[in-house]
């Protein structure tokens, strides 16, 4: 069982910076594969970014990929999203998920932290 808690969210104006912050607990957590995922009013879910089980590159959606940075410290139990430019379009609740393996299918979630971009 993996526990998540993200934090980080608030309310900021469009070209400013954000880091979301998540913090996992329990049994193989260290070895999960993390990410983060976000949910806008009336829109599905959709991935944001995800760290990589092998240790290369974080894989990002296009329409974050040159703004967004996924990291985790593992001496912290944490891992980070640095939102940079932000856009209104980036508003959502931004949902921390963990996969363990072998699969790697996120299957344990955060509550959520809303992020909120004004224009």
């Known amino acids: 069982q993996v526990h998540l808690v993200e934090s980080g969210g608030g309310l900021v104006q469009a070209g400013d910076s954000l880091r979301l912050s998540c913090v996992y607990s329990g049994r193989g957590s260290s070895t999960a594969v993390m990410g983060w995922f976000r949910q806008a009013p009336g829109k599905e879910r959709e991935l944001v970014a995800t760290?990589?089980?092998?240790?290369?590159?974080?894989h990002y959606a296009d329409s974050v990929s040159d703004r967004f940075t996924i990291f985790r410290d593992d001496a912290k139990n944490t891992v980070y999203l640095q939102m940079n430019s932000l856009k209104p379009e980036d508003t959502a609740v931004y949902y921390c998920?963990?996969?363990?393996?072998?699969?790697?299918?996120?299957?344990?979630w955060g509550q959520g932290t809303q992020v909120t971009v004004s224009s």
């Open positions: 998920a963990a996969g363990l393996p072998p699969a790697y299918v996120f299957d344990y």
């Open positions: 760290t990589n089980w092998s240790g290369g590159s974080p």
